[in-house]
């Protein structure tokens, strides 16, 4: 007989509080961080200890008295498992302890509904296992007040009935829907996962979403290659060494969101531990600069998401609907590029007009195939004008000979460029919807292929120009990489080691840069761009929202 899996007393108070993220947390394994989060872990850091006895009900004595932290007991009847921050015992009597960092509520009761239910539920399990419990305490850390609730009819029914609730979601494997312009949403770790007031302001257009309110993250990628370098871990810091002399450059992980190995750099097994304990992905590159995969954990845990894209990924029709909104947004933000970066003293009004045309064509293809065609006309037209957009010296009689787009490998220095930007785009990409759930080999215009990180290249075309084809532009008319910096082979043209620094910090700082969405019309990074893209296109496979809004600018 298949046992119920056992529903976290935690679960049950975030369903009465938002039932969107009690399914989030507990159904789909979603998880984010806050100031809240990490202050109301610093409280419990003393009752999430283990200490103290906690005997069983019929050894205990009538007049003794306990006090026991951080204890787990769970109910069978009513499915439902607790951890104890305290428990305390006198005269026979048991009572729990529940911590709350912030301070009591000023309402009739002394306590909000979901933090009763959840000392309510802790009640019951105790009485489960033979324990005289009649109340329970919340503590409220912030204004150091114990308030007393009583297990009285009423709140009893209302755990249970909430315990049967959750149930009853998780069984029917449906995601809640948003809250609608609720005050709790902004304090919420899970906003920018959940989406609430983008998700509604996509289904009826009338009320604009309130800024993305996320925690800022500072941790940037750390990329390595030097020839034959070692990274280590030494505390809480990696420790790269390069150079004969074993030069060492530290880096504290905590700053660190992912590390990108170029080439033949040895990374020792306990710092490849700690990376994945920390949920730092690492990302492998041959030294050319082609992206071979990436390290990580087992893996997102929310299967409904993956469900969701494999399913869509074998229906031709949304198939369809989806690479004609990913090759419309690239041809629209190629034609802006051009238009806002050319040398010229006259646009290019046939190129422009050519690729305006190029993206109606797009949006009325009835196949893949059409497609295809299509994108790849548009793409000899933009590159055909790429030059356009550079400038013709650097100061000294030299430039930059630019005649088209060739690859595999790169024959001048602005494809070598290109390429090695794409394939840092593909890497941030694959990263990125690993994180939210999606699987990055499964895509919808391009065809899966062995090795190929299908989706990853999907989503990546509207910020091939956005990104890497901007940044090209601005290193080259910079001067900050030269024609000098790039070593020419018979078969191909490659960057040299200094010049890939200074276009991976420029590609860095790229991302860094904040932009108005051109949805929502708040303010966001780049970097943040790619994650709210992601969970975007989630929210559309599950069906919460009727297109997906891919990102053109103006």
Not at 176 to 192: A, I, Q, T
Not at 278 to 297: A, D, E, H, M, N
Not at 399 to 412: A, E, I, L, S
Not at 519 to 539: I, N, T
Request: net charge positive.
């Amino acid at each position: 007989m298949h046992q119920e899996e056992l529903i976290p007393v935690r679960m049950v108070n975030e369903y009465v509080y938002c039932p969107r993220l009690a399914y989030l947390e507990w159904v789909q394994s979603e998880w984010a961080e806050s100031a809240d989060t990490v202050d109301g872990k610093f409280v419990h850091r003393r009752v999430d200890r283990a200490s103290g006895d906690m005997p069983a009900a019929r050894d205990m004595e009538p007049d003794e008295s306990l006090q026991a932290r951080s204890v787990l007991l769970s109910s069978q009847e009513l499915g439902v498992v607790a951890r104890f921050d305290l428990i305390e015992g006198e005269d026979g009597r048991v009572v729990p302890v529940d911590y709350k960092r912030g301070k009591r509520p000023h309402v009739a009761r002394r306590a909000y509904d979901p933090e009763r239910v959840q000392l309510c539920l802790q009640g019951l399990i105790l009485r489960e296992h033979g324990y005289v419990c009649s109340e329970g305490i919340l503590y409220f850390a912030a204004s150091r007040e114990r308030v007393r609730v009583a297990f009285d009819e009423e709140l009893v029914a209302l755990a249970r009935a909430s315990v049967q609730a959750v149930r009853d979601m998780a069984a029917a494997g449906v995601l809640p829907e948003p809250l609608e312009d609720s005050p709790k949403c902004p304090r919420c770790s899970l906003v920018g996962i959940c989406l609430p007031d983008e998700v509604c302001f996509l289904r009826s257009r009338k009320d604009p979403p309130r800024p993305l309110a996320v925690a800022p993250d500072d941790a940037l990628p750390v990329y390595v290659q030097a020839y034959r370098g070692k990274v280590a871990k030494k505390n809480d810091e990696l420790v790269i060494t390069t150079g004969d002399d074993g030069t060492e450059t530290r880096a504290r992980l905590r700053d660190t969101s992912q590390l990108a190995l170029l080439g033949n750099v040895y990374l020792t097994t306990p710092c490849l531990h700690e990376l994945l304990r920390r949920q730092i992905p690492v990302c492998w590159y041959s030294y050319g600069g082609w992206f071979l995969g990436y390290s990580c954990t087992m893996g997102h845990k929310n299967v409904e998401l993956r469900t969701a894209q494999y399913q869509a990924s074998f229906d031709e029709r949304r198939c369809l609907d989806l690479a004609r909104t990913f090759v419309r947004a690239k041809i629209h933000n190629c034609r802006t590029l051009l238009r806002r970066n050319w040398r010229g003293e006259e646009k290019p009004q046939e190129v422009l007009i050519g690729l305006q045309e190029d993206r109606r064509r797009a949006g009325r293809a009835r196949s893949i195939q059409e497609l295809l065609g299509v994108e790849g006309a548009a793409a000899a037209r933009y590159f055909a004008a790429f030059a356009g957009m550079l400038r013709e010296d650097d100061g000294m009689g030299r430039g930059f000979d630019f005649r088209g787009r060739n690859r595999r490998p790169p024959t001048d220095p602005v494809n070598a460029l290109l390429s090695f930007g794409y394939a840092m785009l593909v890497r941030t990409w694959s990263v990125t919807l690993a994180c939210v759930g999606l699987d990055p080999y499964r895509g919808f215009y391009h065809q899966p292929r062995y090795g190929r990180p299908a989706l990853a290249l999907d989503m990546m075309e509207s910020f091939r120009p956005l990104v890497v084809d901007s940044c090209v532009v601005r290193v080259i008319n910079n001067g900050e990489i030269r024609p000098e910096d790039f070593i020419v082979r018979a078969t191909g043209v490659a960057l040299k080691d200094g010049a890939r620094r200074k276009f991976i910090a420029a590609f860095e700082r790229r991302l860094g840069v904040e932009i108005t969405h051109p949805v929502f019309s708040y303010r966001v990074s780049c970097r943040r761009v790619l994650e709210l893209q992601a969970r975007l296109l989630g929210r559309h496979l599950l069906g919460e929202i009727p297109d997906y809004p891919d990102l053109t600018t103006r």
